[in-house]
Structure formats: structure tokens, C-alpha cells
């Protein structure tokens, strides 16, 4: 079946610092990547998705890419701020119904 | 531009009483639509998903059902809440389109179960 391995949190960063999220995938087929984040207390939002090998997926700063060779699909940010303080959640979609198979989450805390 | 709405935001019901929460998609036609439950501090659990009316699939057997009268609408139910039923209810929606994975969702209904 699918599954999705996330690095386990939290992970506390200082502003400015460089962030690495690590995500693998186990699926039969060839799956679309997504990653979500969810501010406390509010739904999740897409934040970047990727539907091929080494397809890049971007936005607000953050880039993960489709490693087909590694069933990988990393989280990074150059630079976080305060406000990326979120769980971070990566998915995969494959199957009937347009299902994802989500990760645990990974908590990120930056401080200032 | 497509908008999901869930109330309550936040309910608090005692063990054994009834429950009913409603999702409801704007601005689409035919979606996919999803119910999921996360416990604090867990990552998300599918219950149920739709692929059209009177098409729900259960995940998970559990003491919830779901049921979807309109194209847009998405309920959740019990006839009689568990402490464990408490959580962090997500629902989701797709449009339905081979290809296009990614789901959307609300905000969420907060549920205490005392």
C-alpha cells in the first residue's frame, strides 16, 4: 500500500535559518506530491504540490522536488520567519476518488 | 472562485448524545468531497469520502456515518457520541478531474466529547 515517512518534530529553528523538512514515499504507480501546512487551530492549505519526476514544486518561498530515485520529496526554505511557524504535512495522491495518503506532520518552531 | 464552508466551528456534547456536522462547497460542481478526523497532536485520518451523491465510502469502521443529500453537501453524523469521538474534524474537497489530486479544505469543527 502507500505511505508517507516524515521527519519526526518539532523542529526549532532561529529567524533566518535554513529549513529541511524530510519526506519518502512507498506507492505502486506514479503518485502526485503535495505538501500542506495547517497554522494551529485552522484547516490545511495546499502550499505546493509536484505531479512528475523532477518536477519542482514552489511557493512563498518554500521548493520541494519530485526525486523518483530516492522516493523523496523534501520541504526547504532559505530563510524562515516567525510566521512559518505551522505543522507541516506531506502527501501523496494516487487510486480511485483522488485520495491522499498524508504524513504525521511535522511541527517547525522559529523563534526569534 | 470555489469557497468550503463546516459549522459549528467549535461543540462541545456530552457522552451518548447526537451529533451533526455539515460541510458545504461553493462554486463547483460534482467535487469530491472528503470527512477527516484529527486527533490532538496526530496527523489526519480519512472516515469518508464521496465521489457523488449517495456515493460514500467509510475508511475506518467507527460509531460515525456520513451522507451527502445535495451535490454540495456533506454531513457527518452519530446517533451517540464517544469520548473517543473528540477531535479536530477536517473536511476536504476535490474536483473530481482525473489527474488533478490535491484537495482543499475547511477550517474545521472543533468537538469535545465530556
Known amino acids: 500500500g502507500n505511505s508517507v515517512t516524515q521527519m519526526e518534530g518539532p523542529v526549532t529553528l532561529s529567524e533566518e535559518a535554513f529549513l529541511t523538512i524530510n519526506c519518502t514515499y512507498t506507492a505502486t504507480g506514479y503518485p502526485s506530491l503535495f505538501w500542506y501546512v495547517q497554522y494551529p487551530g485552522e484547516g490545511l492549505q495546499l502550499l505546493l504540490k509536484a505531479t512528475k519526476a523532477d518536477d519542482k514544486g514552489s511557493n512563498k518561498g518554500f521548493e520541494a522536488t519530485y526525486r523518483k530515485e530516492t522516493t523523496s520529496f523534501h520541504l526547504e526554505k532559505g530563510s524562515v520567519q516567525v510566521s512559518d511557524s505551522a505543522v507541516y504535512f506531506c502527501a501523496l495522491g494516487t487510486g480511485g476518488g483522488n485520495k491522499l495518503t498524508f504524513g504525521t506532520g511535522t511541527q517547525l518552531k522559529v523563534e526569534l | 472562485s470555489q469557497t468550503i464552508h463546516q459549522w459549528p466551528a467549535t461543540l462541545v456534547q456530552p457522552v451518548g448524545s447526537p451529533l451533526s456536522l455539515e460541510c458545504t462547497v461553493e462554486?463547483?460542481?460534482?467535487?469530491?468531497l472528503y470527512w477527516y478526523r484529527q486527533a490532538a497532536g496526530r496527523g489526519l485520518q480519512l472516515l469518508f469520502y464521496s465521489i457523488g451523491i449517495d456515493q460514500i465510502s467509510s475508511e475506518v469502521p467507527q460509531n460515525l456515518s456520513a451522507s451527502r443529500p445535495q451535490d454540495r453537501q456533506f454531513i457527518l453524523s452519530s446517533k451517540k457520541l464517544l469520548l473517543s469521538d473528540s477531535g479536530f474534524y477536517l473536511c476536504?474537497?476535490?474536483?473530481?478531474?482525473?489527474?488533478?489530486?490535491?484537495?482543499?479544505f475547511g477550517p474545521g469543527t472543533r468537538l469535545t466529547v465530556t
Open positions: 462554486g463547483t460542481s460534482n467535487p469530491n
Open positions: 476536504a474537497w476535490n474536483p473530481g478531474l482525473a489527474g488533478v489530486g490535491e484537495q482543499y
